[in-house]
DNA sequence: CGAAAATTTGACGTGATTCAAACGCAGTGG
DNA sequence: CCACTGCGTTTGAATCACGTCAAATTTTCG
């Protein structure tokens, strides 16, 4: 049995959400939401390679999505969290660029709709949705960039000290948290092999830097962490 | 002294480049553009940082895009051919992401606005400016995640590949051309010292795939070079 | 022509993957 | 209640691809 001991005791009531990029565009989209929809753990949300039908918006929960390629070998792209805007990558191309999977019970905000004409007040968001794209494009281009260039303990810190704003972005404990996923789905994230990262928690948890039972994870030392996070190659 | 086979002597006379994905928003910014731009070998275009002043479209030559990171290493994020646009990545942040310096002397169109209000006729082309950008992307993560996951013998395999193919569509010998980059652009290009890149050029010639004289490359076994990079992981 | 830069080649070290095996944990059925 | 089974995780040992260092060779260009 597991004491959950990040996701349910919000660390500050609200307000640090407005640090959030695409808060605005978020809450201009929630206004055309149809009812909440629930998706369980490890049911699939979207197939990579159907046809757009619109955003999906996290409420709760986390989903990964991940990338087929030709080979038997895939590649997790993302791991959406509360407030994440999953599909922008498929407005481009009209058909969703992965599949995307919960990894634990999730709520989402479906908004429907086939073209970008269809998108309502395009005068005034389509800059912010062109926005949107050029930030997620180089964001995901910095992390590939890191997942090339810096050694995977680097990698893993700087996973976790993401991990830990994200969460305290979102009102909850930067300390101690829960992460759904397993080794292996945050393996494949960090792009290296599973005994990699094994290898890896297993040091960090020598060097005290944090501690990890189950899919509970407890930050210890928080400069340590920064600091091999900072560390560059 | 060198015989430029490649850029020289036009393979098919046109009609190829209607292939290019970008074509119908080049000829529309074409419209605008004021004198043709001259940059000289190793000259610098815009830097990283640089507000944002309007994208370039290439007429001629070629360029690199460099991405400084914090610490000294930097990251060669693209090579410009012709037809192909520079800026787009600017749009979303308001400055250039990178570093755009000539490799040979280059034409240039300059599209200038400042911010993407002042783009004419935004109403029927915003579309595509959108898809523009999210292709980008596309291309952006796939190549990325081939540098991630695929060995360096493939890599080198696939760009040469992509270049066969890119001189191809503008209406150039693909078996035959000339790359003005130097190895060290082409290895950080690829993600790998420049001495892993000669040892694989070498080991190429050696199985008779292609011929490297200088800046100068023929492919001289499409096939052999095709099913190396076909091959994955 | 001569200096500086670029390229090639060899030797070596190492971080990370792979292979293999042991361990822990949850669910199932006898 | 306890073996049995399957899955995820951990740990160890061997291997390999690639980067680094260093030196030789070629090319570039003033």
Redesign the pocket.
């Known amino acids: 049995m597991e004491t959950s001991t990040g996701l349910d005791k919000p660390y500050i009531e609200q307000g640090a959400t407005s640090s959030h990029p695409s808060l605005l565009i978020v809450q201009e989209l929630k206004n055309l939401s149809r009812p909440i929809l629930i998706l369980r753990r490890k049911k699939t949300l979207l197939y990579q390679g159907d046809t757009f039908q619109g955003l999906y918006i996290v409420q709760s929960g986390m989903l990964k999505q991940t990338l087929q390629c030709k080979n038997d070998n895939e590649q997790l792209t993302h791991f959406f969290l509360p407030e994440d805007i999953i599909g922008l990558d498929a407005i481009g191309e009209g058909f969703y660029s992965g599949t995307v999977i919960a990894i634990e019970t999730s709520g989402l905000l479906h908004i429907p709709f086939r073209r970008i004409e269809e998108f309502p007040d395009l005068q005034t968001s389509h800059m912010q949705l062109l926005r949107c794209l050029s930030r997620a494009m180089s964001l995901e281009h910095s992390r590939m960039w890191q997942m090339i260039s810096q050694?995977?303990?680097v990698r893993l810190a700087c996973f976790f000290a993401a991990m830990s704003r994200n969460f305290f972005a979102r009102g909850y404990s930067p300390y101690s948290f829960r992460l759904a996923m397993?080794?292996?789905e945050m393996a494949d994230y960090l792009?290296?092999?599973?005994?990699?990262?094994?290898?890896l928690?297993?040091r960090f948890q020598r060097q005290g830097i944090l501690t990890?039972r189950g899919h509970e994870y407890c930050i210890v030392d928080p400069d340590a962490l920064a600091s091999i996070a900072a560390r560059s190659?």
Chains 1, 2 share one sequence.
């Open positions: 050694p995977a303990d397993s080794r292996q792009c290296m092999a599973v005994e990699t990262l094994s290898r928690i297993s990890a190659k």
